[in-house]
């Protein structure tokens, strides 16, 4: 199964973007798995952002706590990251990634990723 973001963009401080990750083969329902939202800026290692376990369990890293929500919808099988008050710190490539079993927030823990989509936020 592949994966692929959409939704990024170019945007100013303050302003939201809503990223949506979806699966090339429609059998991959990912309320059954982990779900994983991830950030790489040029030059740093790959950042853990958000993830959705398959019971509803959410998980955020402390800088997006209170701006950024990971949700699902079944009924089209995607997963999304609502961006709110974007800053220029949260300026990366983002990616989606899933796994089975146990969620945790470590890039390590996934399998199957996205090719990333590109979020810019000037101030």
């Known amino acids: 199964v592949l994966l692929v973001e959409s939704g990024g963009g170019s945007v100013q401080s303050g302003e939201s973007l809503r990223l949506s990750c979806g699966a090339s083969?429609?059998?991959?329902?990912?309320?059954?798995?982990?779900m994983g939202w991830f950030r790489q800026a040029p030059g740093n290692e790959r950042e853990e952002v958000a993830s959705?376990?398959?019971?509803?369990?959410?998980t955020y890293t402390d800088s997006v706590k209170g701006r950024f929500t990971i949700s699902q919808d079944n009924s089209v099988n995607k997963f999304y990251l609502q961006m709110n008050s974007l800053n220029p710190e949260d300026t990366a490539m983002y990616y989606c990634?899933?796994?089975?079993?146990?969620?945790?927030?470590?890039?390590?823990?996934?399998?199957?990723w996205g090719q990333g989509t590109q979020v810019t936020v000037s101030s």
């Open positions: 083969d429609r059998e991959y329902t990912f309320g059954y798995y982990c």
């Open positions: 959705m376990s398959s019971d509803g369990t959410t």
């Open positions: 990634a899933t796994r089975a079993g146990d969620c945790y927030l470590a890039a390590s823990w996934y399998n199957i």
